[in-house]
């Protein structure tokens, strides 16, 4: 089946610091690609949503300059998290979706800002 | 009204037993409807998707879908304590060219050995 690789799985840094998270799709080319977060025991708010070569579509309420995301290729997605808080700690789960292929996630990454 | 809506549960089944989880949706604009499965810690898992009014059968799995209802659900044939998880039911949403995978809150499933 599809696959979509994260990275990293697992971060924990100092407040103030900013977080780079990969996401690429393996076996197919990712037409568009989707940020969730999922705080514990709630579901996967979608926070943006981006296709290759154009600017991300942000939910309401999701600040774009805080939320940096650039989609250089069909294969790769990355979000940065600038000057993160404690806040911002949660589960960042991206997925890929191409022609024929419905949204694949990937293995998401956990956020831990101390 | 949230767009999807599932019983957030937690539902519990005896091994072997049929475990059947249900969502409704608010929008008629949804045309396609998925059935995620997501352990804890885990990001969620694809195990159905389903198109078109009827029954879709894959292994244990069986989704169904009634669009005059606005309903779709999931029935798990001879649970397995493997399968318990957390179930997201989705929709995808199209508003002009745009396109949005909206879920419910997630339906907890534990199947009792």
Redesign the interface.
């Known amino acids: 089946g599809a696959v979509v690789s ?1 990275h990293p799985s697992r971060v924990i840094c100092k407040s103030g610091t900013s977080v780079k998270i990969e996401c690429r799709s393996l076996d197919f080319q990712a037409t ?1 690609m ?1 940020w969730y977060r999922q705080f514990p025991k ?3 708010m ?1 926070m943006a ?1 981006s296709n290759e070569g154009s600017k991300a ?1 942000y939910e309401q309420g999701v600040e774009k300059d805080k939320f940096l995301i650039n989609h250089a290729s069909l294969t790769l997605s990355t979000l940065t998290v600038t000057s993160a808080h404690p806040e911002d700690s949660s ?1 960042y ?1 991206c ?1 890929a979706e191409g022609r024929n292929q ?7 990454t ?1 956020l831990s800002i101390l | 009204q949230k767009e999807v809506e599932q019983n957030s549960g937690p539902l519990s089944v005896p091994e072997g037993a049929i475990a059947s989880l249900n969502c409704t949706y608010s929008d008629r604009v949804s045309q396609s409807f998925f059935w995620y499965r997501q352990y804890s810690g885990k990001s969620p898992e694809l195990i159905m998707s389903i198109y078109s009014n009827g029954d879709k059968e894959d292994g244990r799995f069986t989704a169904q879908l009634n669009k005059a209802s606005q309903y779709v659900s999931l029935l798990i044939r001879d649970s397995q304590p493997s399968d318990s998880a957390t179930y997201l039911c989705a929709a995808l949403i199209s508003s002009g060219s745009a396109r949005q995978l909206t879920f419910g809150s997630g339906t907890q499933l534990t199947v009792l050995p």
Do not use: A, E
């Open positions: 994260q568009t989707f709630q579901s996967l979608l949503t579509t589960f789960i997925s419905p949204q694949h996630f990937g293995d998401g956990r």
